[in-house]
């Protein structure tokens, strides 16, 4: 089976459930504009008894190119490498797996979504010590009971298995029911990584679920998140500041900070190499999908007022800048202007932005951004920084492997993950990140500690974009569902 090294989400607005495929509940634009989940949709397809998959496999025929192209350019065709690609149109993408029938992410949201097992929650507190964990279970077979299947847990301290166990809950066709399994938590939990992983076999072996409860102590994860920041022996011993530049060099790293554009670079004592070396951009979009070029080209085919392109806006303007001592660092405050192009005069986005070091070597950015006399959508919104090209593996603590959006997450579970950034799957945005590592192959590089939210990843020129999100368009940020 071959692996592509690029493909395309032919999904719309990022949802992997196809237009064709709703059309029996409306239009899909308007309930996508007005923030609809689209994964409530399983459900109501259950009501409409309509739970058919539209097309199992994207339709394609194999090709040979006259010449090497750049598979990162926008097209509709899947390419293997830079001559063999399956040639594809739109009427032909609608399935969940390649021609050759290696998988899309669709496929594994399509087996998540459509098991006959569903355990509701995602997330419960814990303490330490010994106690009992209740979970919420449902059964969407039709005729058969929950206790035919082999159910197995695992509890996991960051990746060791410290306690497991197997389950035979009875559960009848369309029942919900509860069940409680007994844990033991040793102390100071909120210091390392907890979390529960179920999974389901049928009686022939085959997994049919599998599902991950993350375990979150009183304290969240601001313990393990200080032992990472009190990893560093820095101490700012001298600060240089000329009229475009500011240099801050400390025992473990050194910050050079250009202030015309706002580029940063970060050198690790004994790297010969930066760790980071990149403007903070604006982002206002995405790499464009094959369906934002589609809506865009039909709904606003003269101006092309549609979504923002270029979606990466680096700093035209800064208007004030000024600077802080700190106990424990050194602070720079700034008023950036981005503007959102030449086609588009006098449309921007107005940015105020602080930036804190620390003597840890830690990088704290505050910003605001607002749009001013500006026109067209913002399919995302954040700000993000280009990394070096050495760098290529992203880790992180949060939901995964595949992305996810705040209404499109019932695929992705809690836990710890890695994708390299050649992966077909490594595009996109990661929900519920605790903490974000992107590192080089021998693992120098950076970690993202914020609050939960979303960090995205993509790949551009070789090099990784790596974001923080605030905002998607046609989806709600806070929405739950069972």
């Given amino acids: 089976m071959k692996r592509f ?37 399983r459900s109501l397809l259950d009501i409409h008894d309509s739970r058919t998959v539209w097309l199992f496999q994207d339709q394609g025929i194999l090709r040979k190119a006259e010449k090497p192209v750049d598979t990162s350019n926008l097209t509709c065709d899947v390419w293997i490498d830079s001559l063999h690609y399956y040639n594809i149109t739109l009427d032909g993408a609608d399935g969940v797996v390649y021609p050759d029938r290696t998988p899309q992410a669709d496929y594994w949201q399509l087996r998540k979504v459509y098991s006959p ?19 919420t279970m449902c059964n969407q077979y039709d005729f058969t009971n929950l206790n035919t299947l082999n159910g197995t847990w695992k509890l996991y301290k960051n990746h060791q298995i410290v306690q497991r166990g197997k389950i035979a809950t009875y559960c009848a066709p369309h029942d919900t029911v509860s069940f409680s399994l007994p844990v033991e ?19 022939n072996g085959i997994s049919v679920y599998d599902h991950s409860v993350e375990l979150i102590s009183p304290s969240g994860y601001d313990a393990f998140k200080s032992l990472i920041c009190n990893n ?11 009229e475009n530049t500011i240099v801050i060099d400390a025992s473990d790293f050194k910050y050079h900070i250009e202030k015309n554009k706002f580029q940063i670079k970060l050198m690790a004592s004994g790297n010969k190499n930066p760790l980071l070396n990149s403007e903070v951009y604006a982002r206002t979009g995405r790499c464009p999908k094959i369906a934002d070029v589609t809506v865009r080209d039909k709904f606003t085919p003269e101006t092309g007022d549609y979504f923002w392109d270029p979606w990466l806006l680096n700093p035209r303007m800064i208007t004030s800048f000024s600077r802080d001592n700190e106990k424990d660092g050194y602070q720079i405050n700034a008023k950036e202007t981005f503007l959102r192009g030449e086609n588009f005069p006098g449309q921007n986005l107005n940015g105020e932005f602080q930036y804190s070091i620390k003597n840890t070597g830690a990088l704290n950015i505050a910003y605001n951004l607002v749009p001013d006399n ?31 959006y705040p209404d499109k997450k019932h695929l992705n579970d809690f836990g710890i993950h890695q994708i390299h950034k050649n992966d077909i799957n490594f595009n996109g945005n990661r929900t519920n990140v605790k903490i974000a590592v992107l590192t080089d192959k021998t693992g120098n590089g950076i970690a993202i500690l914020g609050n939960t939210g979303n960090t995205s990843v993509e790949l551009k020129n070789n090099q990784i974009v790596v974001s923080h999100e605030c905002s998607f368009i046609g989806c709600r940020k806070q929405k739950e569902y069972a």
């Avoid at 634009?29 to 007005?34: D, G, P, T």
């Avoid at 419960?124 to 010590?129: E, F, H, R």
């Avoid at 560093?232 to 000329?242: P, Q, W």
């Fill in 5 to 41: 090294k690029r493909y395309k989400d032919y999904g719309f607005f990022d949802q992997d459930i196809r237009l064709s495929k709703l059309s029996q509940l409306g239009d899909p634009l308007e309930k996508l504009n007005a923030g609809v989940d689209f994964e409530m949709y």
């Fill in 117 to 135: 097992v569903q355990i509701i929650e995602t997330e419960i507190p814990v303490n330490s010590g010994q106690q009992n964990l209740t979970f």
């Fill in 185 to 203: 938590i040793p102390e100071n939990p909120d210091k390392t990584i907890w979390f529960i992983q179920f999974e389901y076999k049928d009686k």
């Fill in 232 to 242: 560093s022996n820095g101490k700012i011993r001298n600060v240089k500041n000329d």
């Fill in 374 to 404: 500006a026109s067209g959508a913002s399919l995302e919104a954040g700000i993000s920084l280009i990394l070096p090209a050495e760098i290529c593996n992203f880790y992180w603590v949060g939901n995964g492997p595949y992305a996810s």
